[in-house]
């Protein structure tokens, strides 16, 4: 599969929001964590049927459920009815090829971002998608697998003086996104490290290795980028949302996600140009050390073969060879020799070759 | 003929609007297809003439006339003339070198689009054009040849409960340029896959076939790009349009399509940009290949010419050369070559070339 | 004289509106031809005093004349004063280094573009200044030397059935511009295709004619573009004009007119594009061949000189040389280097040199 | 730690607003100036407890309290409750990794600038965070250590003839950000200057110093462009905020500041280019010394080669070999090495090789 | 002092508005030409004393005071005094180094340029600033040193038929700016027409003075672009001044100022690419002779290697080489060698290599 862009192959032609999951299957079965909590009171628990939260829809408390595993088609389908979300949207949850956005319903705001992560063992970025369904009481969030990145969230829920106790599902839908960012910001900044680590390999070392490696950071920063840059225009709109979800005192929460977008873009379009001036230098280098190599085969070739040629001549069988009888022949021929080569050392070094 | 363009050369200094067929003739008789339906009824039939369903044009009932071949222009003009299409839209239908475009006209909207298929044996696009005219009850297609690719929307209209019966002809149009749209992104990703396999090549086995495919790749995904970009503009356009013949229910999927040609266009983006650094990766790999040729060509000169050198200069015939005599002459000799090749590989080691 | 910028030397420090000629005279003598008609009449002929066609302008019949030859500038100062032209206008009709614009004045609209001709035989782009001053009741055309390109727009016009008949100078100034385009159109075409035809030789026969031809081409691509961009423009312009003298019925084809120099753009930067990819697969192809060169003489020096060094040494005189004595010397010497080339040839072949 | 971004990785699931010190601590103690003056009276004096100067928040006067040093976050906290700053600007007071910003509050304006110090003797750019709070009748500045750039202000503030002592803590903030900005001018001119004087060098004497230098100045350009960019940004938006804390009068001081970051960075994007134009022609150079050295080496290995052959024939020991024993033969010999020679050398400066 | 910025070092935390002269003197003492004309009557002297002027300042003739050299404060001082200009104005007017731009005052707009020079023999641009003030009755002109580029204007302000005694201040600034304009279209023009005859060069000679040359070129047309792109947006925003003190009539006159500077900026960007184009040609180029002198090598090191080594053979003492007793061995040898070599140069003739 490209890994640059998934197709809805298997949807082809099928009905638009027709309900297929399209994506590697990552967890065996899927899990619901509820958390609904008001200033005085907090539950947290995991619940097997979604039924059992749909009262909570329309209570005043704060009900963030968080979905992870997205192939229990059945499931989903039940969300969507309890919460009365639009086909599309349902289409969308499933598909995990879905490109980062914002989608203002009437009832609903839907945003879909990708969790990033840098495998530092393999230096490759693995993304993860993950959606939010905000609505006046309640937060939905899909994500593809149970992994802990949002669990210093749910602490801070649970400190009875925290902000979360005093705000409404926007907030918690910011704190999460803001923690998605900062991890986009950790990521760039571990790959960035790398990337400029290696501008000492490709003055010193630049083998071939070094060359991979640009190549293959390259591709993992654009992989990168393919996920955060459609994240910016989101959070971007979020804030501008003319949206009674969107309360006024989370505002300058948002704008300051939105640096932090900003900062984390800016970063990759500069690690973008720094792989490609690294490439450039790479080549340089390249073509110096060729220079190098052929300096070396030249003044070899060049003193030795002219030598060899004179060695040659008094090599050779001609009875009349007035030299070979004179006694001092040989002293004479060094002597040649010796001024030969050191008129082309002179002359090389005069070039500044050596 | 260009394929980047197609001239209207035939056309030249003619009036506009006369109607002249631009393109490779596909199929030797023109069909039409015939769909008629409403919540309750349905008709599909194939029909010779034309006229044949011009009484339909008024008729609540949703009407689909697909077209396909378009060198038959005595038909298009008695269409023209039933549906009182612009000349100009008349000439733009017949014309196969069309850039992608939405026109607004009084009764109706004029789309043309490019239908993309990749050809996975030659690893080539072909694109075939696709117009659509949009009226309040009726919806016309122009294909160049028939294809089986709206057959899945057929299918679908035919169920009595699919959402086609309750929604007007817009929901078609939409219905159909999805599976257009769907199309460029299993096309791009079909591509994609390919490109993103030739990284290895690149790396490993990186001869004159790795860059013939560069080179084509690159070819096609700009004959792509040339598609679908102005194909975006004017899906974004539908939307946007203040026409009664949108209705607001459908809007939600028109937002759908914009994303997946978003998606489309960016993807065509980074694979652009993945082959150019693909190119450059390629050169680095020939140009540090170069650099290992010399390596082995200067380390055999360069320890093999000097010791040809010093068995030349016993070779020469000099009658007064006194080391000739000496016994251990020969064993002497050896220990010196012996020595200028140690101390030449010592130094070619020190310099990390081999 | 600088191809891509003509300076207004002469005219320098003159004031501006003063009447130069600035170009190369291309005709003896300045023609004008007069097209006078309405749906009822028609006069065509050529008029040698411009003031013969004074009383037309304000007659309510479309009036076209078309001036060919600038050089004769008290000609084009009559023009001026009869049909009232702003001084500036007469000192950029006369300018034929103009770059293509739109200028609206009160009773007329200025446009100035350029005609653009692809010679096949030196494939070279020429380009000429057509200028349009477009008024209520009459059109005043402007070209460097008469051309037959018009030809068939005089032709639609006599016919008493056309279009031409019923519409006013808006559609007529339109129908020239669409022959201009059109022109563009097929020039692209022209030059894309041998631009397109390129590829094979790069890859099969990539000589430096080659890369004579894709340096050549670019700077054709680049004139044309420097004449099509600026007026597209223009055109853009001309249907936004809020203007009494462009009609409602003329805009559709307008809008035609705009379509197609988006096309023509998009086609030179396309083919821009493809130059310069093409110029990088040349250079990657020379640097294959470079190190076909380089394995072929690495293969010959790094076989060749060990066995020649070897033969050297038992070519030398010493006394005590024991090998040359015995029997078998001179088989197992030859079997020795057999062995030596044999290790080799087994080595480039692992290493894939040939 | 990666030098293009600082991640936030220690506040990382922390709740927003929470204080965390990021960048490394430069001093050892916090210091707190105050700077205190009307047209009338002017106090300065270093405070250790920010309480001291609490009162001075609301009196007319205009108070200008420097705080170097970021580590010691309990003051800051005072600092924070005093003015009753927003939780995230105190966040962003701490984080030296902030991105340069402009955000307007109700009650004051908050500006990050980063200072550029362009270090002569490691030919490094250094940054230090600059944070600004502008109220009615205060400004705070946040610095990461004491350094003495606003130095001439203060001078220039004890003049009781000065300008400040007629305008207010808007002009106060101008004066101090056009000292920052002049700086950015002046590290951007004493860069340029030596990326201006490596010309010479790459065209002279290309040795990978050359190459290693153009390099590293790319990157200090690069990180210098981070901070600046975004500093324009924040410097356009002041002079259009709709604030009451702007007065009318300092609107030119503004304007003038524009222009100048507008210069700076145009010098930036310029620098940015001609580096890029130099690392080609350095290729360039070293292409052309390439071809210098193969053409050294070509012209000994085609001359000599060929001559020792031919004293290689005559070298061999075939009993019959006629040659050998004519007695002119030797100076045939000659004749014949010295003709082709010549020969070739002809035949190389012909091909305009030396 | 780097070319591209020049910093204002020594105004360095001094007051904004302080005056320092900026740049290098060019002349030793300050002259002021005033010219003061209406329909009816024309003044022309050299004054010495600013003051002199003063009273022209509220007379409705048009008064325009042309001062060449800056270097002289006090004057300039008494000048803003008498003509009310604001301190930032007076700092820019005696900073060389300034950014052309146009900024509207209450009673005058002051606009900055560079006036651009090529020098033919050194082939380097000279720019020089050129400050306009204009007024309702006066412009003031500041000159570095005085040039006889105005004359042209001057010569025709005596002809009492000349527009400009109809027309005001503002058409005299603008004739002053088209004098500018049409230098930078006839300096670009100059340079222009060196660059494109530089494509001979790099087909047919391309030796290293040709890529010094491209290089030079690219540092002169982008110092040229630094002056006149500003310029552009400068005299575009001219004619969208809501001003007063620009009449009605002068805006066509301006608007073809901004279709110049369109056009020279066009150019420009055309040069700059056209420079980029024959750098990427001249390496293709070189690149090309690099194989040609590789193949070269090639050809004599792959014929004469392998025969040397023949003849070597035949030069070892074996008492046992059957061979050399051959009567016909000789011969034979002869032959082997003449088929070797041609086996050798019909191989590398297919090869396409001569």
Do not use: C
Not at 231 to 251: G, M, P
Not at 299 to 311: D, E, G, Q, V
Not at 330 to 350: D, E, N
């Amino acid at each position: 599969m490209a890994r640059f862009l998934k197709s809805r192959e298997e949807s082809n032609g099928k009905s638009p929001g027709s309900l297929i999951f399209i994506g590697d299957q990552k967890v065996d079965s899927t899990k619901i964590r509820l958390i609904d909590y008001d200033s005085a009171s907090l539950t947290e628990k995991e619940i097997k049927d979604i039924h059992a939260a749909a009262h909570l829809k329309t209570t005043p408390t704060v009900t963030w459920l968080n979905i992870s595993g997205l192939h229990d088609i059945e499931m989903i389908q039940n969300i969507g009815k309890i919460f009365q979300l639009h086909p599309l949207v349902m289409e969308d949850l499933l598909n995990t090829g879905q490109r980062p956005k914002l989608e203002e319903f009437e009832d609903y705001i839907f945003i879909v971002l990708k969790m990033v992560r840098f495998d530092n063992e393999t230096e490759t970025i693995f993304n993860e998608q993950l959606s939010l369904v905000l609505g006046k009481n309640f937060l939905l969030t899909f994500q593809e697998q149970p992994r802990e990145i949002f669990k210093p969230v749910r602490e801070r829920i649970k400190k009875s003086t925290s902000r979360f106790r005093k705000t409404g599902t926007d907030y918690l839908a910011y704190a999460l996104i803001d923690t998605v960012v900062d991890n986009y910001i950790f990521s760039i900044e571990t790959l960035g490290e790398k990337i400029e680590d290696l501008e000492d390999d490709i003055l010193n070392d630049p083998d071939s290795d070094v060359m991979e490696k640009i190549n293959s950071f390259k591709r993992e920063i654009n992989y990168m980028r393919k996920s955060i840059r459609p994240a910016k225009d989101a959070i971007y709109r979020i804030s501008r949302l003319d949206s009674e979800l969107i309360q006024e005192q989370t505002l300058p929460f948002l704008k300051d996600l939105e640096d932090l977008t900003s900062q984390a873009t800016e970063a990759i379009e500069t690690y973008r140009d720094l792989l490609t001036d690294q490439l450039n230098i790479y080549n340089s280098v390249i073509a110096n050390k060729m220079n190098d190599i052929m300096k070396v085969l030249t003044i070899f070739a060049a003193i030795f073969i002219p030598l060899t040629f004179i060695a040659g001549i008094y090599g050779t069988n001609f009875e009349y060879l007035p030299e070979l009888k004179y006694k001092y022949s040989y002293f004479i021929f060094w002597a040649v020799m010796i001024s030969v080569a050191g008129a082309l050392i002179v002359y090389f070094k005069r070039k500044n070759w050596f």
